[in-house]
């Protein structure tokens, strides 16, 4: 069973940057699985943040391009989300996702395996 567990969250002011991570471990993980981000701020519904497919190619939500990048370190089984410039509508709690076929940005595709998020705050 593939476990994921984010870790690097925490409370940042406006403007500034964070870098969570995504440790996966578990039989059955592989490179070969796509990675996600997603966050669900409260009273609003879930929504995906970056993407990663084994290629190491990287899709975006519009809200957050040229801001957050999303990178995998598959020697570790780890996957991370650099976000910058970060504003307060930022907030919310961050899920990785792992799936064996896909991630889509559109979030219309629900990948096999979760972790159980990390809370983002961002002040004014």
């Known amino acids: 069973q593939v476990q994921l567990a984010e870790s690097g969250g925490g409370s940042v002011q406006a403007g500034g940057s964070l870098r969570i991570s995504c440790a996966a471990t578990?039989?059955?993980?592989?490179?070969?699985?796509?990675l996600g981000w997603f966050r669900q701020a409260p009273g609003k519904a879930r929504e995906a943040v970056a993407c990663i497919d084994s290629d190491g190619s990287t899709d975006y939500a519009e809200s957050v391009k040229g801001r957050f990048t999303i990178s995998r370190d598959n020697a570790k089984n780890t996957g991370y989300l650099q976000m910058n410039t970060l504003q307060p509508e930022d907030t919310a709690m961050y899920y990785c996702?792992?799936?064996?076929?896909?991630?889509?940005?559109?979030?219309?595709?629900?990948?096999?395996?979760w972790g159980k998020g990390i809370q983002v705050t961002i002040s004014a």
């Open positions: 996702a792992a799936d064996p076929v896909w991630c889509s940005i559109l979030g219309d595709y629900k990948m096999d395996y």
């Open positions: 578990g039989y059955g993980y592989s490179s070969r699985y796509s």
